[in-house]
């Protein structure tokens, strides 16, 4: 039996969910790189980017390359990247609406 559709929405919103891979998905954004700009822009142990880089293989969102002795990651669709702008859309306005509320704080804070 298929998963239910709100479920696999939220298994994928599961695997975004973890500040290595919303990185490694930025850095993507402007093209293919390989591990080791990805280690030298992110600057975690190499086996913590390993495990971090096979569930995005797996799940299916980048693809994995080599070229020679280097492996260079690269993102399935531009989808992804659209998405990513949309989510930095969307906290901005979360962001802008706290300093609206803190500023209505600090206003009655001064009355």
């Known amino acids: 039996m298929p998963l239910p559709l709100h479920q696999a929405k939220a298994e994928f919103f599961r695997m975004l969910g973890h500040p290595v891979r919303i990185r490694v998905l930025e850095l993507l954004q402007d093209g293919p790189k390989p591990v080791?700009?990805?280690?030298?822009?992110?600057?975690?142990e190499a086996s913590s980017l390993s495990a971090q880089l096979a569930v995005l293989r797996r799940s299916g969102i980048v693809t994995a390359t080599r070229d020679g002795t280097t492996v260079v990651y690269a993102l399935t669709s531009d989808d992804v990247a659209e998405l990513l702008r949309v989510a930095r859309k969307v906290l901005a306005g979360l962001l802008a609406g706290q300093n609206e509320l803190l500023?209505?704080?600090r206003e009655e804070e001064r009355a």
Do not use: F, K, N, T
């Not at 080791?36 to 975690?44: F, N, S, T, V």
């Open 36 to 44: 080791r700009d990805l280690l030298a822009d992110i600057g975690i």
């Open 103 to 105: 500023e209505m704080l």
